[in-house]
């Protein structure tokens, strides 16, 4: 049985026994080479469901304040393993009310960067599909295709992960997938070399670039599965206005810090914010360096365990920083 | 006017012609996102990839533009009797004398202001039929129609800029251009429009205002007159393009069937994946809402405005802190009720070009074209279950939140 | 025409540092007149978003100072600000702020000279790297 | 907004360096600014006469001065702008003395600087709002948490100032571990003679409730606002019937350690600690009953002559209220067995800790105050004491003095030849003598000249027995020597740790602790009786090792702290304290997890709608929330993120 069988399996007994008010899941967008997030509310749409290495969306973003409609709706909902992190975070703080969840974990092979793929091309995808053999076949709408191995086109942050098994569900979509032994193993930061290697003005000069783009749509935060403050955010106010509503460089790298350091002990780094930019700003460098440093200082790896606090919510004696 | 032909390896020459004597905006590509951008800092022009990604809508409407400075001039208090308090500064007028049990005016304070209005004369090369809509559809409102607001910063620097437009030989599956009266060749608001074919551009020139803007080009021999062979293969290259573009709703009725789904459940479940970003409105041509900030530190102050949007959580909200629109189905309607029905209600235009980049560029690839299908289609029928036409908003007030404002009050938006 | 001089925000807690601060003044500990203060109760009343504020809006310093460890006035605020300003240090060096324009420490209100010693090195060291013009932060 | 801004000369303390009539003219250039002057001396009363008339006057809302720290003159200035009519939360100080002109030479440098300095100033008093103390009632009871020496003075002190006292002690009677004293250094006095006379007044006091054999379960509320759970154990006896006849413990076949003994000898599975128990009441320890391990028996039921017995006893949960909160938990023994094991882990017989020894000094204790080796009932002819067992050793994670060892060994030494002969060789292992009380020193000279003990500066590595004997191999510091020692019996000094349950007890009244276990004072040199949680104060061994004079000093000093506190009918507030702007809060409990004092509660706006809601009386005004708070919802008053932020904006505007 394929994962997406148990999927649609688990959605359509939690739907009949009127556990979940509505599934969350993933299935196909405007065209089959786009996967959104599928909300199923009766037992005749689970075949809308789907499980493709395009399933990047984390569906804990429907579960936060405010998201759930109505907002006492019981809801079942996959996670990946990174998603996972993210409902742990949420669960951690009480913020997500576990009695009302019913989570599908779903063991992950890894998701396509798509965005990576679309600039392989520059008419539109309107195709892709996977091989058994490991490769991925994309079609452009006048008809090119093109394969592509697999693995050569996963997510950065997937070629990196530890955790591809959710580490919280109460139902898993089949096996779990080989992941590495994280007594052993320490977190591949790599991806952040090229840029911690720049001098502190080549630094500066790139985030000028970058952050020259932002837009301010907002759509980093209000993806972020564990940013709750949703209507309420600070990047919003103008008393205090912590951060300017002017839309330039300085003040766009200030909104982005602000919801660092908000998520800060309790960002998985799930990439959400990075695939759901419109502008590509590349938020990793933010995120993961912040990952980074809390493995450094902590050894602490964000919503991995149940009974434990943010960080930055608790204390240690012990700690041993500053002079 | 005249039809001319530019032969591909003249790009690059017009381009610098067009640079000459105004700000040129051309798509380009930078760390593989094409944006539109001024022509000196990138000049590899990206006519490949449709649509950049976001509109030029910025380039007439900045998405954060001051527009007044401000300055508290401090003069010196008014004189006490009492030679005690000591500070006497030198070079001060005395106060006008206050009523003695009044408190004391502040007649130390006055202001300055400065209005700032920058309209550079610009071109903007390599658009699309559908961004020109785009600005046509906006200069209604920004433009005093039907006596309505007159914006002088959107029309000075509207005034100021040539729209050079490029056919689209490949629409996207996203694209609804025709749909909504436009054209992947669409010459409404175009200055000229160059359509492409083999060996060049077919240039169209369809204003005075594109004929200045190219006059330097045309007597320095890069445009030369097209031949007719040309001319026609640039009509088969629109109408094939034409023939491209997919026609997902109809307008028909529609502002009727918007209205009677006002308080329809199913734009909650329209909207579930909605995350309420900005992304649709930034990325948008013609969405146009704005905010205005005051800033001041100490006596020195700006008023700027920035773009704003529908699915900003504080965008109706009161200062009372009660929001009429509180609930994220409540915004979600507003974006299209807006484009399909308030907007030409009032201004007897739709506010929406097709281009489809909200639907491109969506996190979670909410599809205005199926919002379309749904809400703008005849009410369902009572037996599924969907109370809205025939009971409108007071019966199902008391469930969804969606009813909790008359359709009228959202009628008068904008 | 010469350099401005640099310009540095201490932000400092009430009961420790700030009174150490004073004890300096007490005993006329002499110091670069480099630095402006702000007086919050504790450390812990420190969002770490305040120093990139600081350096938004054109600090060329920021040193943050509190109570040792175990002596804060609140008994805890120190323990949680610690772990933020760690934190913060690491993210600002990481934005292109060189480590040497953000200082934390803990100063009690004895320690006058120690805080003679943290403002002069502190302001040397940031002199040495000059004004921050111009920076994305 | 209309801000009166004064530049303080203080004599030539600040005009001596900063040209401050400039200053105060430039002032004048400020946004807001309608007045400036620059006094001789602001605080002095012409000064404080020309601010109130400027505000009089000039009809100011907000006051700048610009003069010493805030940690000098605030109150005074506060006070001073209240007399005129404004609020006195609407002042703020610019301190350019201590931070400016008292630590620069450079006049030019030090005006730019003061100039600066008051700019920010200004730019805070913008922000300033008004601020008002708030009232609250007061519950006038006080709960004393623990009946030993220290909760018995604080109980007594406070019972006799009219204030209704409950002390909770979780055994069956108060006395704590004085009560198991022989005697008292340095006057050898009878520690039972002074101490059960106390507890007989704390039973009679028609102000004390004694509530024994009882824990504290739970604390909610806030200063003059406590609610606490008292869980009363069950003692398997009725007290209200129970007489105290001690026939049931005589009849009672089933043996149980004794801890009031130390464990020298057995008790009975129903037992009374000691004979003056207060109150004297029996209670069955129920691990060790025949009828509860093995369902037969009731010998007690059977023999005793009030029908006290009661099997079917359970646990009662009480709730009191109160309006503040002794904590007297007293300490605990270290328990040497578990860490020096060179000293034999508790397996030589002849090796016994202090506490052991007093029990076998005192007349009332398992042997009649007769002085044996356990190992065959012997008088012992060499008697060897070792210090700092469980205390100053880092090895055994105890660096700390326990402060009375050295005193009471001296103690025990005397008090050693008294009863066993002169003739018995007594020596004292010792680092060093620390005897700095009242007394102390003498006492110790006394005892090494006038009773001969032997004093051998030095540790003892091991114990080991050998012949009857308990070989003492240990070395000889100040002879650079290894010294052993045949002894009959030693006694180790073992040090002394908080009591068990103390960090719990801690964590449910919000109070801190140290590594130890030890509770926090407020402030070690200033508040030493007082916790950071507002209306809970500290007496005795809970807060450090100490002596008995120390532990009933700081008892009283506790107790009066409370009649002060609870002398008002009402509580006024800082109003220096965070308040939730409850429209913005996101229900997210960040602040309630970093508040060091449970100030944030949840609060129900609506049915089934909760936001974060700051107990006034209970926040202190740290701010901890506010740095906390993602949404900024939280403001603290007085120190507001705007104000922070304008001042930084103020201060780099070049």
Same mark, same amino acid.
């Given at each position: 049985?394929?994962?997406?069988?148990?999927?649609?399996?688990?959605?359509?007994?939690?739907?009949?026994?009127?556990?979940?008010?509505?599934?969350?899941?993933?299935?196909?967008?405007?065209?089959?080479?786009?996967?959104?997030?599928?909300?199923?509310?009766?037992?005749?749409?689970?075949?809308?469901?789907?499980?493709?290495?395009?399933?990047?969306?984390?569906? $804990?973003?429907?579960?936060?304040?405010?998201?759930?409609?109505?907002?006492?709706?019981?809801?079942?909902?996959?996670?990946?393993?990174?998603?996972?992190?993210?409902? $742990?975070?949420?669960?951690?703080?009480?913020?997500?009310?576990?009695?009302?969840?019913? $989570?599908?974990?779903?063991?992950?092979?890894?998701?396509?960067?798509?965005?990576?793929?679309?600039?392989?091309?520059?008419?539109?995808?309107?195709?892709?599909?996977?091989?058994?053999?490991?490769?991925?076949?994309?079609?452009?709408?006048?008809?090119?295709?093109?394969?592509?191995?697999?693995?050569?086109?996963?997510?950065?942050?997937?070629?990196?992960?530890?955790?591809?098994?959710?580490?919280?569900?109460?139902?898993?979509?089949?096996?779990?997938?080989?992941?590495?032994?994280?007594?052993?193993?320490?977190?591949?930061?790599?991806?952040?070399?090229?840029?911690?290697?720049?001098?502190?003005?080549?630094?500066?000069?790139?985030?000028?670039?970058?952050?020259?783009?932002?837009?301010?749509?907002?759509?980093?935060?209000?993806?972020?599965?564990?940013?709750?403050?949703?209507?309420?955010? $600070?990047?919003?106010?103008?008393?205090?206005?912590?951060?300017?509503?002017?839309?330039?460089?300085?003040?766009?790298?200030?909104?982005?810090?602000?919801?660092?350091?908000?998520?800060?002990?309790?960002?998985?780094?799930?990439?959400?914010?990075?695939?759901?930019?419109?502008?590509?700003?590349?938020?990793?460098?933010?995120?993961?360096?912040?990952?980074?440093?809390?493995?450094?200082?902590?050894?602490?790896?964000?919503?991995?365990?149940?009974?434990?606090?943010?960080?930055?919510?608790?204390?240690?004696?012990?700690?041993?920083?500053?002079? | 006017?005249?039809?001319?032909?530019?032969?591909?390896?003249?790009?690059?020459?017009?381009?610098?012609?067009?640079?000459?004597?105004?700000?040129?905006?051309?798509?380009?590509?930078?760390?593989?996102?094409?944006?539109?951008?001024?022509?000196?800092?990138?000049?590899?022009?990206?006519?490949?990839?449709?649509?950049?990604?976001?509109?030029?809508?910025?380039?007439?409407?900045?998405?954060?533009?001051?527009?007044?400075?401000?300055?508290?001039?401090?003069?010196?208090?008014?004189?006490?009797?009492?030679?005690?308090?000591?500070?006497?500064?030198?070079?001060?007028?005395?106060?006008?004398?206050?009523?003695?049990?009044?408190?004391?005016?502040?007649?130390?304070?006055?202001?300055?202001?400065?209005?700032?209005?920058?309209?550079?004369?610009?071109?903007?090369?390599?658009?699309?039929?559908?961004?020109?809509?785009?600005?046509?559809?906006?200069?209604?409102?920004?433009?005093?129609?039907?006596?309505?607001?007159?914006?002088?910063?959107?029309?000075?620097?509207?005034?100021?800029?040539?729209?050079?437009?490029?056919?689209?030989?490949?629409?996207?599956?996203?694209?609804?251009?025709?749909?909504?009266?436009?054209?992947?060749?669409?010459?409404?608001?175009?200055?000229?429009?160059?359509?492409?074919?083999?060996?060049?551009?077919?240039?169209?020139?369809?204003?005075?205002?594109?004929?200045?803007?190219?006059?330097?080009?045309?007597?320095?021999?890069?445009?030369?007159?097209?031949?007719?062979?040309?001319?026609?293969?640039?009509?088969?290259?629109?109408?094939?393009?034409?023939?491209?573009?997919?026609?997902?709703?109809?307008?028909?009725?529609?502002?009727?069937?918007?209205?009677?789904?006002?308080?329809?459940?199913?734009?909650?479940?329209?909207?579930?994946?909605?995350?309420?970003?900005?992304?649709?409105?930034?990325?948008?041509?013609?969405?146009?809402?704005?905010?205005?900030?005051?800033?001041?530190?100490?006596?020195?102050?700006?008023?700027?405005?920035?773009?704003?949007?529908?699915?900003?959580?504080?965008?109706?909200?009161?200062?009372?802190?009660?929001?009429?629109?509180?609930?994220?189905?409540?915004?979600?309607?507003?974006?299209?009720?807006?484009?399909?029905?308030?907007?030409?209600?009032?201004?007897?235009?739709?506010?929406?070009?097709?281009?489809?980049?909200?639907?491109?560029?969506?996190?979670?690839?909410?599809?205005?074209?199926?919002?379309?299908?749904?809400?703008?289609?005849?009410?369902?029928?009572?037996?599924?279950?969907?109370?809205?036409?025939?009971?409108?908003?007071?019966?199902?007030?008391?469930?969804?939140?969606?009813?909790?404002?008359?359709?009228?009050?959202?009628?008068?938006?904008? | 025409?010469?350099?401005?001089?640099?310009?540095?925000?201490?932000?400092?807690?009430?009961?420790?540092?700030?009174?150490?601060?004073?004890?300096?003044?007490?005993?006329?500990?002499?110091?670069?007149?480099?630095?402006?203060?702000?007086?919050?109760?504790?450390?812990?009343?420190?969002?770490?978003?305040?120093?990139?504020?600081?350096?938004?809006?054109?600090?060329?310093?920021?040193?943050?100072?509190?109570?040792?460890?175990?002596?804060?006035?609140?008994?805890?605020?120190?323990?949680?600000?610690?772990?933020?300003?760690?934190?913060?240090?690491?993210?600002?060096?990481?934005?292109?702020?060189?480590?040497?324009?953000?200082?934390?420490?803990?100063?009690?209100?004895?320690?006058?000279?120690?805080?003679?010693?943290?403002?002069?090195?502190?302001?040397?060291?940031?002199?040495?790297?000059?004004?921050?013009?111009?920076?994305?932060? | 907004?209309?801000?009166?801004?004064?530049?303080?000369?203080?004599?030539?303390?600040?005009?001596?360096?900063?040209?401050?009539?400039?200053?105060?003219?430039?002032?004048?250039?400020?946004?807001?600014?309608?007045?400036?002057?620059?006094? &001789?001396?602001?605080?002095?009363?012409?000064?404080?006469?020309?601010?109130?008339?400027?505000?009089?006057?000039?009809?100011?809302?907000?006051?700048?001065?610009?003069?010493?720290?805030?940690?000098?003159?605030?109150?005074?200035?506060?006070?001073?702008?209240?007399?005129?009519?404004?609020?006195?939360?609407? *002042?703020?100080?610019?301190?350019?003395?201590?931070?400016?002109?008292?630590?620069?030479?450079?006049?030019?440098?030090?005006?730019?600087?003061?100039?600066?300095?008051?700019?920010?100033?200004?730019?805070?008093?913008?922000?300033?709002?008004?601020?008002?103390?708030?009232?609250?009632?007061?519950?006038?009871?006080?709960?004393?948490?623990?009946?030993?020496?220290?909760?018995?003075?604080?109980?007594?002190?406070?019972?006799?100032?009219?204030?209704?006292?409950?002390?909770?002690?979780?055994?069956?009677?108060?006395?704590?571990?004085?009560?198991?004293?022989?005697?008292?250094?340095?006057?050898?006095?009878?520690?039972? %003679?002074?101490?059960? =006379?106390?507890?007989?007044?704390?039973?009679?006091?028609?102000?004390?409730?004694?509530?024994?054999?009882?824990?504290?379960?739970?604390?909610?509320?806030?200063?003059?606002?406590?609610?606490?759970?008292?869980?009363?154990?069950?003692?398997?006896?009725?007290?209200?019937?129970?007489?105290?006849?001690?026939?049931?413990?005589?009849?009672?076949?089933?043996?149980?350690?004794?801890?009031?003994?130390?464990?020298?000898?057995?008790?009975?599975?129903?037992?009374? =600690?000691?004979?003056?128990?207060?109150?004297?009441?029996?209670?069955?320890?129920?691990?060790?009953?025949?009828?509860?391990?093995?369902?037969?028996?009731?010998?007690?039921?059977?023999? %005793?002559?009030?029908?006290?017995?009661?099997?079917?006893?359970?646990?009662?949960?009480?709730?009191?209220?109160?309006?503040?909160?002794?904590?007297?938990?007293?300490?605990?023994?270290?328990?040497?067995?578990?860490?020096?094991?060179?000293?034999?882990?508790?397996?030589?017989?002849?090796?016994?800790?202090?506490?052991?020894?007093?029990? &076998?000094?005192?007349?009332?204790?398992?042997?009649?105050?007769?002085?044996?080796?356990?190992?065959?009932?012997?008088?012992?002819?060499?008697?060897?004491?070792?210090?700092?067992?469980?205390?100053?050793?880092?090895?055994?994670?105890? =660096?700390?003095?326990?402060?009375?060892?050295?005193?009471?060994?001296?103690?025990?030494?005397?008090?050693?030849?008294?009863?066993?002969?002169?003739?018995?060789?007594?020596?004292?292992?010792?680092?060093?003598?620390?005897?700095?009380?009242?007394?102390?020193?003498?006492?110790?000279?006394?005892?090494?000249?006038?009773?001969?003990?032997?004093?051998?500066?030095?540790?003892?590595?091991?114990?080991?027995?050998?012949?009857?004997?308990?070989?003492?191999?240990?070395?000889?510091?100040?002879?650079?020597?290894?010294?052993?020692?045949?002894?009959?019996?030693?006694?180790?000094?073992?040090?002394? &740790?908080?009591?068990?349950?103390?960090?719990?007890?801690?964590?449910?009244?919000?109070?801190?602790?140290?590594?130890?276990?030890?509770?926090?004072?407020?402030?070690?040199?200033?508040?030493?009786?007082?916790?950071?949680?507002?209306?809970?104060?500290?007496?005795?061994?809970?807060?450090?090792?100490?002596?008995?004079?120390?532990?009933?000093?700081?008892?009283?000093?506790?107790?009066?702290?409370?009649?002060?506190?609870?002398?008002?009918?009402?509580?006024?507030?800082?109003? &220096?304290?965070?308040?939730?702007?409850?429209?913005?809060?996101?229900?997210?409990?960040?602040?309630?997890?970093?508040? =060091?004092?449970?100030?944030?509660?949840?609060?129900?706006?609506?049915?089934?709608?909760?936001?974060?809601?700051?107990?006034?009386?209970?926040?202190?005004?740290?701010?901890?929330?506010?740095?906390?708070?993602?949404?900024?919802?939280?403001?603290?008053?007085? *120190?507001?993120?705007?104000?922070?932020?304008?001042?930084?904006?103020?201060?780099?505007?070049?």
């Amino acid at each position: 049985m394929s994962r997406q069988d148990h999927i649609r399996e688990f959605a359509a007994q939690a739907l009949s026994e009127g556990r979940v008010d509505y599934f969350i899941g993933w299935k196909e967008g405007f065209n089959p080479s786009e996967v959104i997030p599928a909300f199923v509310k009766e037992v005749a749409q689970v075949d809308q469901l789907l499980w493709n290495p395009l399933c990047h969306h984390n569906l $804990v973003t429907f579960l936060k304040r405010n998201m759930p409609d109505p907002p006492e709706a019981k809801i079942g909902v996959c996670v990946k393993g990174c998603d996972s992190r993210t409902l $742990v975070a949420l669960l951690q703080e009480q913020l997500v009310d576990r009695e009302r969840l019913y $989570v599908v974990g779903v063991p992950c092979d890894g998701i396509m960067d798509r965005r990576r793929l679309e600039k392989e091309f520059a008419e539109e995808i309107v195709d892709i599909a996977f091989s058994e053999k490991g490769q991925v076949v994309v079609t452009t709408r006048s008809g090119e295709k093109r394969e592509f191995d697999q693995q050569a086109v996963l997510l950065d942050m997937c070629t990196r992960c530890r955790y591809p098994n959710p580490l919280y569900a109460d139902d898993m979509a089949g096996p779990a997938v080989p992941e590495p032994d994280r007594e052993e193993s320490q977190p591949d930061w790599s991806d952040l070399a090229d840029y911690e290697a720049l001098s502190d003005d080549g630094k500066q000069e790139l985030l000028a670039r970058i952050y020259a783009t932002c837009v301010r749509c907002f759509a980093c935060i209000n993806v972020c599965p564990v940013c709750v403050c949703w209507d309420r955010c $600070v990047n919003r106010s103008r008393q205090p206005e912590l951060v300017s509503q002017k839309v330039e460089t300085k003040s766009n790298l200030l909104f982005q810090m602000v919801h660092m350091f908000h998520v800060a002990g309790r960002c998985p780094s799930c990439g959400a914010c990075d695939r759901a930019c419109p502008v590509e700003i590349p938020l990793y460098l933010l995120h993961r360096k912040m990952n980074k440093e809390l493995y450094d200082m902590f050894g602490f790896e964000p919503g991995t365990k149940l009974d434990e606090k943010p960080v930055f919510q608790v204390f240690n004696l012990a700690d041993q920083f500053g002079d | 006017m005249a039809t001319k032909f530019l032969a591909s390896e003249q790009l690059p020459a017009l381009l610098e012609a067009l640079a000459r004597d105004a700000r040129l905006v051309i798509p380009a590509k930078s760390d593989g996102l094409v944006q539109f951008d001024i022509w000196e800092l990138r000049k590899e022009v990206e006519l490949q990839v449709l649509l950049a990604r976001q509109s030029p809508k910025e380039w007439v409407f900045p998405q954060c533009e001051t527009y007044l400075r401000f300055e508290y001039a401090m003069a010196a208090p008014e004189e006490t009797q009492d030679g005690a308090s000591g500070v006497a500064p030198a070079g001060v007028a005395p106060a006008e004398s206050a009523p003695a049990q009044a408190a004391p005016a502040i007649p130390h304070e006055t202001i300055q202001l400065e209005s700032l209005n920058e309209a550079p004369r610009q071109v903007i090369f390599g658009l699309r039929p559908c961004d020109v809509r785009g600005f046509v559809q906006m200069d209604r409102v920004f433009g005093g129609y039907g006596g309505f607001y007159f914006d002088p910063l959107y029309n000075a620097r509207r005034e100021a800029t040539t729209l050079l437009a490029v056919t689209c030989r490949e629409p996207r599956s996203t694209c609804f251009c025709t749909a909504v009266g436009g054209s992947p060749a669409g010459q409404e608001g175009v200055d000229a429009l160059l359509t492409e074919v083999g060996g060049g551009f077919v240039v169209e020139v369809l204003t005075a205002k594109g004929e200045a803007a190219l006059a330097a080009a045309v007597s320095a021999g890069f445009l030369s007159d097209a031949g007719e062979a040309q001319v026609a293969e640039a009509v088969r290259v629109k109408t094939a393009a034409s023939a491209k573009v997919d026609s997902p709703f109809t307008l028909e009725g529609i502002r009727e069937n918007l209205r009677a789904n006002f308080a329809d459940d199913r734009w909650h479940d329209l909207c579930l994946r909605c995350i309420s970003c900005g992304t649709c409105t930034y990325v948008c041509p013609n969405c146009y809402c704005f905010n205005i900030n005051d800033s001041l530190v100490e006596t020195e102050g700006e008023r700027y405005r920035t773009w704003d949007n529908c699915f900003n959580p504080q965008y109706t909200e009161e200062t009372s802190g009660h929001n009429p629109r509180a609930h994220k189905a409540n915004r979600f309607r507003n974006r299209f009720s807006h484009k399909f029905w308030y907007y030409p209600e009032k201004y007897e235009s739709l506010l929406c070009s097709g281009c489809g980049r909200c639907i491109m560029h969506c996190p979670t690839r909410i599809d205005i074209r199926e919002v379309l299908r749904v809400m703008g289609a005849p009410a369902a029928a009572p037996s599924e279950g969907v109370a809205a036409a025939a009971a409108p908003a007071a019966a199902s007030s008391a469930t969804s939140p969606v009813a909790d404002q008359s359709a009228s009050t959202e009628g008068k938006e904008a | 025409m010469a350099e401005r001089p640099v310009k540095i925000i201490g932000i400092v807690c009430n009961w420790c540092s700030y009174a150490g601060a004073d004890t300096a003044g007490v005993g006329r500990y002499k110091q670069p007149p480099n630095v402006r203060l702000v007086r919050v109760p504790c450390t812990g009343r420190i969002d770490p978003l305040f120093a990139l504020k600081a350096f938004e809006k054109g600090a060329d310093g920021v040193l943050i100072s509190g109570c040792h460890p175990g002596d804060c006035h609140y008994s805890e605020g120190n323990y949680y600000a610690r772990r933020k300003f760690e934190l913060a240090e690491r993210m600002i060096h990481h934005l292109g702020i060189p480590k040497e324009r953000f200082r934390w420490t803990w100063v009690s209100a004895s320690e006058g000279q120690r805080w003679q010693q943290v403002v002069t090195e502190f302001v040397a060291a940031v002199e040495k790297l000059g004004p921050r013009e111009g920076r994305a932060l | 907004m209309r801000i009166g801004v004064f530049v303080c000369h203080c004599g030539t303390n600040i005009a001596g360096t900063v040209d401050v009539a400039a200053v105060a003219e430039r002032a004048l250039t400020l946004k807001d600014v309608v007045h400036a002057d620059h006094p &001789m001396y602001s605080c002095s009363e012409p000064g404080q006469a020309s601010i109130q008339a400027a505000i009089k006057e000039k009809k100011l809302d907000r006051v700048v001065v610009a003069a010493c720290s805030p940690h000098m003159h605030e109150v005074t200035f506060r006070r001073c702008v209240e007399g005129a009519g404004l609020n006195p939360y609407l *002042f703020e100080m610019a301190n350019i003395r201590e931070h400016c002109s008292w630590i620069h030479d450079d006049k030019q440098a030090a005006t730019e600087k003061a100039w600066e300095i008051i700019r920010m100033a200004v730019a805070k008093v913008r922000q300033l709002e008004p601020l008002y103390s708030h009232e609250v009632e007061i519950n006038k009871d006080v709960l004393v948490i623990g009946g030993g020496v220290a909760g018995i003075q604080a109980a007594l002190d406070l019972a006799d100032a009219g204030l209704k006292v409950t002390i909770v002690e979780k055994e069956t009677t108060i006395g704590g571990v004085m009560a198991k004293l022989d005697k008292t250094f340095p006057t050898i006095d009878c520690s039972a %003679c002074i101490l059960t =006379p106390r507890m007989v007044d704390c039973a009679q006091h028609e102000n004390i409730e004694l509530m024994t054999y009882c824990e504290v379960e739970k604390v909610s509320g806030y200063v003059g606002n406590f609610t606490v759970d008292i869980r009363k154990k069950a003692a398997m006896v009725d007290w209200d019937k129970c007489i105290g006849c001690e026939i049931c413990v005589q009849k009672c076949p089933a043996k149980a350690p004794d801890k009031f003994n130390v464990g020298l000898e057995p008790t009975k599975a129903i037992y009374i =600690p000691f004979p003056q128990a207060v109150p004297k009441r029996a209670a069955i320890q129920v691990d060790y009953c025949r009828w509860f391990q093995q369902g037969k028996c009731r010998v007690c039921e059977r023999v %005793c002559p009030a029908g006290a017995v009661d099997y079917e006893q359970k646990d009662q949960i009480i709730q009191k209220r109160f309006g503040a909160i002794v904590v007297a938990t007293g300490l605990e023994v270290f328990p040497w067995e578990q860490y020096y094991h060179e000293y034999g882990s508790g397996k030589i017989k002849d090796v016994i800790s202090g506490l052991q020894y007093e029990r &076998m000094l005192n007349a009332s204790g398992p042997y009649g105050g007769h002085v044996h080796r356990p190992s065959n009932g012997e008088e012992p002819k060499t008697v060897v004491f070792v210090q700092c067992v469980g205390s100053r050793d880092e090895s055994v994670g105890r =660096p700390y003095c326990s402060s009375v060892c050295c005193m009471y060994t001296a103690k025990q030494a005397l008090l050693t030849k008294d009863h066993c002969g002169m003739d018995t060789e007594v020596y004292v292992f010792y680092i060093d003598i620390r005897a700095t009380g009242k007394g102390y020193e003498e006492f110790i000279k006394r005892v090494q000249t006038e009773f001969g003990v032997k004093y051998v500066r030095g540790r003892v590595s091991k114990l080991y027995e050998e012949n009857g004997k308990v070989i003492v191999r240990g070395i000889d510091t100040l002879l650079g020597e290894q010294v052993e020692i045949a002894a009959d019996l030693v006694v180790l000094a073992s040090g002394i &740790m908080a009591a068990e349950g103390a960090k719990e007890l801690a964590q449910k009244l919000n109070i801190s602790y140290d590594e130890f276990g030890f509770l926090k004072e407020g402030h070690p040199k200033l508040r030493p009786v007082d916790t950071n949680t507002a209306g809970v104060f500290l007496a005795g061994a809970c807060q450090a090792p100490k002596d008995i004079p120390a532990t009933v000093a700081q008892a009283s000093a506790a107790a009066s702290k409370v009649v002060g506190l609870l002398a008002k009918d009402k509580l006024k507030t800082s109003p &220096m304290i965070a308040v939730v702007d409850q429209k913005n809060c996101v229900s997210c409990w960040k602040c309630i997890e970093v508040c =060091p004092f449970s100030a944030p509660e949840k609060q129900e706006v609506r049915p089934g709608e909760f936001k974060s809601h700051v107990i006034e009386t209970v926040c202190q005004g740290c701010g901890v929330c506010v740095a906390t708070c993602p949404v900024n919802c939280i403001s603290l008053k007085g *120190f507001t993120t705007d104000a922070i932020l304008d001042q930084i904006e103020e201060a780099l505007l070049v």
